[in-house]
C-alpha cells in the first residue's frame, strides 16, 4: 500500500466519522421572520435532531444579535422523537432599529452548539 493510497484512506475514514459525529447535533434547517402589529417580531425555526429520548434531545433554540449576543430563547421542553423536523416559533421580539440580520442557532442536551446555524434578514415594513 503506497503512502498516497493510506493519505487517501485516511482523509476518506476522517470525512466518514465526522459525518456520524455531526449528525448527532442539533441543526437549524431553516427559520422565518415576520414583523408584528406592535414592531416587535415573531420567528419560526425548523430543527431536525436525532432525539433519542429525555436524555438526548433538542432541547432549545436561540436567536442570537450581531455581535453574537442571545436575545431570545425558544426552550423545547420534551423529546420531538416522532416529529423530524419540527417547527416552533417564538413572538415578541424586540430588536433595535439599527440591526439588519440575526443568526439562529440550536443546542441539544448533549453535545450543546455545534449544528447548523440559519442567518436571517430583519425586515423593516
Known amino acids: 500500500m503506497g503512502p ?10 476522517y470525512g466518514l466519522l465526522s459525518g456520524i459525529a455531526g449528525a448527532a447535533q442539533a ?4 427559520a422565518e421572520i415576520a414583523r408584528q402589529d406592535d414592531g416587535r417580531y415573531h420567528i419560526d425555526t425548523t430543527v431536525r435532531h436525532t432525539d433519542t429520548g429525555w436524555d438526548h434531545y433538542a ?3 436561540e436567536v442570537l444579535g450581531p ?17 423530524q423536523p419540527f417547527t416552533r416559533g417564538l413572538s415578541n ?3 433595535p432599529p439599527t440591526w439588519t440580520w440575526l443568526r439562529i442557532r440550536a443546542h ?8 447548523r446555524e440559519v442567518t436571517v434578514s ?4
Open 108 to 115: 441539544d442536551k448533549v453535545h450543546g452548539y455545534g449544528g
Open 4 to 13: 498516497h493510497y493510506r493519505l487517501a484512506l485516511l482523509l476518506s475514514l
Open 59 to 61: 432541547n432549545r433554540w
Open 93 to 95: 421580539i424586540a430588536l
Open 67 to 83: 455581535q453574537g449576543q442571545v436575545i431570545a430563547t425558544r426552550t423545547l421542553f420534551h423529546p420531538h422523537i416522532n416529529e
Open 27 to 30: 441543526h437549524v434547517l431553516k
Open 122 to 125: 430583519v425586515p423593516r415594513d
